[in-house]
């Protein structure tokens, strides 16, 4: 998810692979914890109005009218996380499109002995949704604690139906401006590693692919990587500098359909919020025509028949120096779902979607969930980077 705040040109290192320092493999004293992927949808038109309204209010300094429909249909990953003294726990959708932490959507705030009411006022809007409330300073629990962990607390949110609020990963530049007489606000990451209980300022995400509609199948990792969720070398990349990306975990990529062009290299985002995969329209076009997909009035979603998926080619993203490639399978949305998207049980829908025209969003690109539950991605403040490795998943045929 995107929060809707002003765009800030990122200081940062000049585009290129990073290829040091190394992140440390290792279990301890790193911090993982498991996710729970769950599907909150009844049409994939109302996945893409979502993911697309997400993308178009980033940058844009303007609040959601009220009179906009607002809609939580999403594929989303899901923590449970403690805050107070005793903790109570709430379920938060874990964003690296976001930075700020809060909760009271659903199940409201306990306030113990560890709540600290600051009095600032907290509002962020992320386009398809939005919270305002009252800031926080409390104890939360991701395996070990936080001290004075700034929160938010809704007193009123929409847009946020089923959980409780966002555990918020992005780079702690998305805080500025949410909570008054505040600059920014460190994130749960920054703040793990201030406090020394993880030994490096990253976080990691493992996604894989599923066919059911609720399966705790991720794995959130503070401090260092889990290379039992990771084959190969982790390729990193600086995080982009150019100014249409804002303040998110952006990249560069070039994208093609087998040895078709579909993406020049160009800037876009990496994030966990989004469901499908978003290219700008003269990159949608082209892969429309190299798939032969066709728009499916039922889903919103491209439609492909069974001999166009037996003759699918790998949709191939370079980035860095490294290739990764989303097999046919990995294209498709799953067919066991079909019908929580309108859809048919017999049809075969694309995940790649478009964004709209190039120049005309803050970016060319979102890589979503689609991409995400075949790759392992880090997110590295420390080095302000980003790392993209194949999994065990990759070429899975689960769809």
């Not at 805050?83 to 705030?109: C, M, Q, R």
């Not at 993406?263 to 499908?276: F, R, W």
């Not at 294209?331 to 075969?348: E, K, M, V, W």
Request: contains cysteine.
């Amino acid at each position: 998810m995107f929060p809707v705040i002003s765009l800030l040109t990122f200081v940062t290192l000049a585009l290129g692979v990073a290829t040091s320092p190394v992140v440390v493999v290792d279990r301890s004293p790193i911090l993982s914890l498991p996710l729970k992927r769950v599907n909150n949808f009844t049409s994939g038109h109302d996945i893409l109005a979502h993911d697309l309204a997400r993308a178009r209010a980033t940058g844009q300094p303007v609040k959601r009218q009220s009179s906009e429909p607002v809609t939580n249909q999403v594929v989303s990953y899901t923590a449970v996380v403690g805050v107070g003294a005793p903790s109570a726990e709430y379920d938060l959708i874990v964003d690296t499109g976001s930075s700020n932490t809060w909760v009271g959507a659903g199940k409201a705030y306990v306030r113990t002995s560890t709540s600290i009411n600051t009095g600032n006022r907290v509002s962020v809007s992320y386009g398809s949704g939005d919270f305002s409330g009252t800031e926080f300073f409390d104890t939360v629990n991701l395996l070990s604690g936080i001290n004075g962990q700034s929160i938010g607390v809704a007193s009123e949110s929409e847009g946020f139906e089923g959980v409780d609020g966002i555990l918020g990963i992005g780079p702690v530049d998305l805080t500025e401006g949410t909570v008054e007489n505040t600059t920014t606000v460190p994130t749960v990451t920054d703040n793990l590693f201030a406090q020394g209980t993880i030994p490096q300022n990253l976080v990691a995400v493992s996604f894989r692919p599923t066919t059911i509609s609720s399966d705790t199948n991720g794995e959130l990792t503070f401090g260092g990587t889990d290379s039992s969720k990771f084959t190969g070398e982790i390729t990193f990349v600086y995080v982009s500098c150019l100014p249409r990306v804002g303040d998110h975990w952006g990249i560069s990529q070039t994208v093609t359909y087998g040895s078709t062009s579909i993406l020049d290299n160009t800037d876009g985002i990496v994030d966990t919020g989004t469901t499908l995969i978003l290219f700008e329209e003269t990159a949608f076009e082209s892969y429309v025509t190299a798939t032969g997909g066709v728009m499916d009035e039922n889903t919103g979603l491209l439609r492909v028949t069974t001999a166009q998926f037996s003759a699918l080619q790998n949709l191939n993203f370079n980035i860095g120096s490294t290739t990764f490639s989303l097999t046919p399978n990995a294209q498709i949305f799953p067919r066991s779902l079909n019908r929580f998207i309108g859809g048919s049980a017999d049809n075969i829908y694309l995940i790649v979607a478009n964004l709209g025209p190039s120049g005309g969003e803050p970016f060319n690109f979102v890589n979503g969930y689609a991409f995400l539950e075949r790759f392992y991605s880090v997110y590295d403040t420390g080095n302000n980077r980003v790392g993209i490795a194949t999994t065990p998943f990759t070429n899975a045929t689960t769809n």
